[in-house]
């Protein structure tokens, strides 16, 4: 199509019989602590790797590593759902579980490359989440990329383009690291303990 300026009619309609699918797994306590650590993930880009395929892929990992663990102090929630508005709608229908025994909670997303390690912290900074991540974070790499909770919103704002851009590409991705990644699950579950 040449440049210039042009019009679009998206003709579409709401039907109230529409579904949504998410999926999501609970592994109780060992001690009958019914405090949750709730671990997502999404699906909704199928074409991009890093963005779609290393968070699932771990998830799934830590799903095993931790019904195999003889001790746990938490509950653990594993959502897998669409981005955004499949959390929105998790949340809706789960709200009133969600906000009476979640105590941590983290999204695995964009982590099957060799970029920096990143964390956003929570609204107030001293959550379980964050202590456990920036204790952990600390051990695992030497110049993490830490944001606060505003500077997601410019992040997502600003740098949009660039976040599907690298996400796309096949090449930036490297399934080795997957391994890695578990590790470091494994890595916030023996320090998450140690912090009480």
């Not at 109780?28 to 290393?54: D, F, W």
């Not at 030497?142 to 690298?166: A, N």
Request: charged share 20%; glycine share 6%; with cysteine.
């Amino acid at each position: 199509m040449p440049d210039g300026e042009y019009h679009a009619f998206i003709d579409s309609e709401f039907k109230d019989d529409g579904e949504l699918n998410y999926a999501h797994i609970i592994i109780s306590s060992t001690t009958g602590n019914t405090k949750e650590i709730l671990i997502s993930s999404y699906l909704c880009h199928p074409q991009m790797a890093n963005n779609e395929l290393s968070g699932p892929a771990v998830w799934s990992e830590l799903i095993r590593w931790v019904r195999n663990l003889k001790h746990r102090e938490y509950t653990y929630r594993f959502v897998i759902a669409p981005e955004t508005i499949g959390s929105i709608c998790y949340i809706n229908r789960n709200f009133k579980t969600l906000k009476e025994n979640v105590v941590a909670g983290f999204v695995l997303s964009c982590i099957g490359d060799d970029g920096d390690y990143s964390v956003v912290l929570s609204p107030d900074e001293n959550s379980l989440s964050d202590i456990a991540t920036l204790h952990t974070i600390k051990h695992i790499t030497k110049e993490p990329k830490i944001y606060k909770f505003i500077h997601l919103v410019y992040f997502l704002v600003f740098f949009y383009q660039f976040y599907h851009y690298m996400c796309e590409e096949s090449h930036l991705f490297d399934e080795s690291l997957l391994g890695i990644r578990v590790s470091e699950g494994v890595f916030l579950e023996i320090y998450k303990t140690h912090l009480r």
